[in-house]
T-cell receptor
């Protein structure tokens, strides 16, 4: 089912440190996962994606890890910057030709200068 | 790159009136668009899948007679909130499928007085 959080958990990190944001997804049949960044009052912005046949994917300063055994996804941000402050959501797609996404509950990242 | 726009960006209306929100794909055609609703400090919740030339598919618990969706062209989907009430106040976000990804619009803030 869909996961909705009433209160967003917050991760506070020092500028320059690495950040790790976690997400538990709900459907074992999901085969495509995306991390989004959402700034206040704006739509979600794509960060990085990963398919179920992979367990790790790297981008610029970001890495996504997928553990299908425990249905867990993580986003690692290296050398976190003030501009990284936002809410981060994972989203899952159950495939089958549909691009429908189900979003996780989200985590607010605060970067201390 | 693929851009999705929404209009209006924000709207205030009186209780009982209807409000139409537009979602446009600016430089690509989208046979499928999605509508999400997001309450403060919560995640995005999928409301419905908008299919060009056919009826929308609504998620469980979403009233199709209250949230009318029309996808009359390959670049435009509209969401009409009929007889809006204060509890319908929310952030409405659309996305469009392109090249196996989802492009999100900037969102529309609805406030019902």
């Amino acid at each position: 089912g869909e996961s909705v959080g009433l209160h967003l958990p917050t991760l506070s990190v020092q500028e320059g440190d690495n950040s790790i944001i976690n997400c538990a997804y709900s459907n074992s049949a999901s085969d495509y996962f995306i991390w989004y960044k959402q700034e206040s009052g704006k739509g979600p912005q794509f960060i990085i994606d990963i398919r179920s046949n992979m367990d790790k994917r790297q981008g610029q300063r970001v890495t996504v890890l997928l553990n299908k055994t425990v249905k867990h996804l993580s986003l690692q941000i290296a050398a976190t910057q003030p501009g990284d402050s936002a809410v981060y959501f994972c989203a899952e797609n159950i495939g089958g030709g549909s691009y429908k996404l189900i979003f996780g509950s989200g985590t607010r990242l605060l970067v201390r200068p | 790159g693929a851009v999705v726009s929404q209009h209006p960006s924000w709207v205030i209306c009186k209780s009982g009136t209807s409000v139409k929100i537009e979602c446009r794909s600016l430089d690509f055609q989208a046979t499928t668009m999605f509508w999400y609703r997001q309450f403060p400090k919560q995640s995005l919740m999928l409301m419905a899948t908008s299919n060009e030339g056919s009826k929308a598919t609504y998620e469980q618990g979403v009233e199709k007679d209250k949230f009318l969706i029309n996808h009359a062209s390959l670049t435009l989907s509209t969401l009409t909130v009929t007889s809006a009430h204060p509890e319908d106040s929310s952030f409405y976000i659309c996305s469009a499928s392109v090249d196996e990804t989802n492009q999100f619009g900037p969102g529309t803030r609805l406030l019902v007085l």
